[in-house]
């Protein structure tokens, strides 16, 4: 592990003082960290979890084309021209870097398939991992800086997600303020990383987070009411964080107190209500990375452990054709996503409604499917809109659950009940998810994830290559190498949205 401390002269001369002994901001606590890591390095199970973040983005990318979004942001970003700096997954001709990281970070968090940090509930890899590979391209940087870009970057994302969750509100006070932590924090992670990667010092990361700052934005309102709005978040996060980069390796500058100053991130965003102790505390030695959830379905995160209910119900025999009724009770903050109105959620229209819907999680687990329990061809228009699905949807409530309460936002738990035909009751429980610490998914089922994602656009061979690859990222000399053949797929038929 890291033995990273702060060092007492963080703070740049001359810079005006915030807190009463003088010493550094947190800007500069974190640019301090960050400088460290670039130079001295990241633990081994930390960069480990890099190389399978990395790959489980680029399938997500690559996967992501199927949707009618992707050609869009992909031909805005062809419009805007400019110099070969970076790859856009799927596109032969490199563009420059900051609109590469846009496109990427679009393609990422399109399908509702990036991983998430738990109890902060954003998804910070989907931002920072395409921003520090375009800084990275464009910069000429190593494998190994990448992943200490990558790693420090996705630190910062969710100690700045940490630092909104109040414990006793037992949420996010961005997510009861309307605001994508994802985007928000995410955009600051990645300009620590694209900084990083651009080889900048101490003070130049400093001055990234103080750009960027007035860049991160977001606001979920599309996941109420529709949208695809949500999809460009991570896009634009990852783009401010090179753009903000870049613009320090020009000379502007960023004021060190941007995070907890008067008028800072944290005043404009929460209204002061923050907590520094979770940006600060067991910074360089404790590391949230590792325990950073995968999703092992393409759905929202709050839908996942009824899945698994499904399944188990299927499992001991249950069909479509036994079941009377059935209640989901979830936390009632997650009731609000996937059950509300309830009437929209047994009959979602789209495949992208689907993916937000309680009711539909539970058809797609119990008819079964295919990825890891489902996949991306479970979450179709065409299914979202078949007549089986909908019968048992019209079955099926969301309802608040006090256990369930009890132990959100650090899972997403789920207790099922089902009553047969025939008279019976069962019960199932998940209360915890799978993808987390507590039942991590293998190197093997990231890998098939991996392959499932890239299915008929990359071959079996340039697939098994590119994952060896990305999973020993640290070790990659030719990064524009490593990630060339992600941008010539095999031909497609048109294709439909999901």
């Known amino acids: ?26 800007a500069q606590q974190l640019a301090a960290f960050a400088a460290h890591c670039a130079t001295q390095g990241v633990p081994g199970d930390v960069a480990a979890s890099v190389g399978q973040r990395t790959l489980d983005v680029l399938g997500l990318c690559v996967a992501a084309h199927r949707l009618p979004t992707s050609a869009a942001a992909i031909g805005h970003v062809l419009d805007q021209g400019g110099h070969p700096q970076a790859t856009v997954v799927g596109v032969p001709t490199r563009v420059n870097a900051a609109q590469a990281a846009f496109a990427n970070g679009v393609l990422a968090h399109s399908l509702d398939y990036d991983d998430t940090h738990l109890p902060s509930v954003l998804h910070p890899s989907a931002s920072v991992v395409p921003a520090a590979l375009a800084a990275a391209e464009h910069a000429g940087a190593s494998g190994e800086l990448t992943v200490r870009a990558i790693a420090v970057g996705l630190e910062v994302a969710v100690r700045l997600g940490m630092a909104g969750y109040d414990e006793k509100l037992g949420n996010s006070v961005f997510f009861e303020h309307g605001q994508h932590a994802t985007s928000i924090t995410g955009a600051m992670g990645s300009a620590v990383a694209a900084a990083i990667a651009y080889g900048l010092d101490e003070k130049g990361i400093a001055d990234a987070l103080g750009i960027t700052a007035s860049l991160a934005s977001g606001i979920i309102e599309a996941n109420r009411t529709g949208g695809t709005v949500k999809r460009l978040h991570c896009g634009y996060a990852a783009q401010a964080g090179v753009t903000a980069a870049q613009l320090v390796r020009r000379g502007f500058t960023g004021p060190p107190t941007v995070l907890e100053g008067r008028f800072g991130f944290f005043e404009a965003w929460l209204h002061g209500q923050f907590f520094p102790t979770a940006i600060t505390d067991g910074l360089g030695t404790e590391w949230s990375v590792p325990g950073i959830f995968f999703k092992p379905y393409p759905a929202n995160h709050f839908t996942h452990t009824t899945v698994d209910a499904g399944r188990a119900f299927a499992a001991q025999g249950i069909t479509p054709e036994l079941v009377a009724e059935v209640v989901i009770g979830v936390a009632g903050s997650t009731a609000r996503t996937i059950g509300e109105p309830i009437e929209v959620k047994r009959t979602p229209e789209t495949g992208y409604q689907a993916q937000f819907s309680g009711p539909y999680a539970f058809a797609a687990g119990l ?35 006090a256990e369930c309460n009890a132990i959100y936002p650090f899972q997403f738990p789920a207790v099922v009940t089902l009553r047969t035909t025939d008279g019976r009751e069962l019960v199932e429980k998940v209360l915890t998810n799978r993808g987390g610490p507590a039942r991590p998914l293998s190197d093997a089922e990231l890998g098939r994830k991996f392959s499932d994602n890239v299915a008929g656009r990359l071959s079996a061979d340039v697939a098994a290559t590119v994952s060896t690859a990305v999973l020993a990222l640290g070790d990659v000399t030719d990064l524009v190498g490593t990630l060339a053949p992600l941008s010539h797929f095999i031909p497609t038929a048109t294709e439909e949205s999901p």
């Open 1 to 26: 592990m890291s033995h990273y401390a702060p060092p007492a002269d963080a703070r740049p001369e001359g810079n005006p003082t915030f807190d009463p002994d003088g010493g550094p901001t947190l």
């Open 367 to 401: 008819i079964g499917g295919g990825g890891l329990a489902t996949g991306l061809d479970d979450y179709t228009d065409e299914l979202a809109q078949d007549p089986l699905r909908r019968a048992l949807m019209a079955k099926v409530s969301v309802v608040d659950d």
